[in-house]
Structures are given as structure tokens and as C-alpha cells.
């Protein structure tokens, strides 16, 4: 039974940084790409990064890059979002995902999620 469980969400305050964890289990992931999202209340799901898990090629979603990196550990099996500089625009709950065609900045071809992880960011 495939898992995504995420963590290392929080209360944080504006400036500071948060390490985000996705652990997989279940089957091999190496020919998955991996994804996090994030879905604000009252917003849409909005994509965040993404990584293919054999390669390490990562994607961003432009307004993220320079603040948020997306990683992976093959012997933990997890996937990480570092991120830097938060802001109150940052709240959410953050997923994980994980799918083996999946679209760019959509959250179509991803087959699994995890529950999420919320995000609080106070100004």
C-alpha cells in the first residue's frame, strides 16, 4: 500500500524558514515524479515544485524559485521543500504527491497524495 505522509509543518512568523518532509513507502519510487502543492483556504490547489526521483531534475513554479528547494533522500525514501524567507501568503496546507506522467503545474497523471501539512505564517 502506497503512503505519502507528510510533516514539518508549523506556526512560524514572517522571515523565517521551514523544512517541509514527505515520507514514502509502499513501492519504489524511482521512476516517479514527485510533487508538492499547496492549497490556501478559499483558493485553488496551487503547484509548488516538483522532482523526478531518479533523475533529481527538479521544476518550479516561478514564483517559488529562489525561496523554496525541493530534494530527495533515496535511502530515507523522502522528499523535502526547504523553505526560506516565508510569508503570510505562504499559509496552507502543503501535500506531497506522487504520479509517473504527470503534468507540469497541474496536479493531473499524480496518483498519489498524502493528507497534508499545514503552514501557518503570522506577519
Known amino acids: 500500500q502506497v503512503q505519502l505522509v507528510e510533516s514539518g509543518g508549523g506556526l512560524v512568523q514572517a522571515g523565517d524558514s521551514l523544512r517541509l518532509f514527505c515520507a514514502a513507502s509502499?513501492?519504489?519510487?524511482?521512476?516517479?515524479?514527485m510533487g508538492w502543492f499547496r492549497q490556501a483556504p478559499g483558493k485553488e490547489r496551487e503547484f509548488v515544485a516538483r522532482?523526478?526521483?531518479?533523475?533529481?531534475?527538479?521544476y518550479y513554479k516561478d514564483s517559488m524559485k529562489g525561496r523554496f528547494t525541493i530534494s530527495r533522500d533515496n535511502v530515507k525514501n523522502t522528499v523535502y521543500l526547504q523553505m526560506n524567507s516565508l510569508t503570510p501568503e505562504d499559509t496552507a496546507v502543503y501535500y506531497c504527491?506522487?504520479?509517473?506522467?504527470?503534468?507540469?503545474?497541474?496536479?493531473?497523471?499524480?496518483?498519489?497524495w498524502g493528507q497534508g501539512t499545514q503552514v501557518t505564517v503570522s506577519s
Open positions: 504527491a506522487a504520479g509517473l506522467s504527470v503534468a507540469t503545474m497541474t496536479g493531473i497523471g499524480y496518483d498519489y
Open positions: 522532482i523526478n526521483w531518479g533523475s533529481g531534475r527538479t
Open positions: 509502499g513501492r519504489a519510487f524511482s521512476s516517479y515524479t
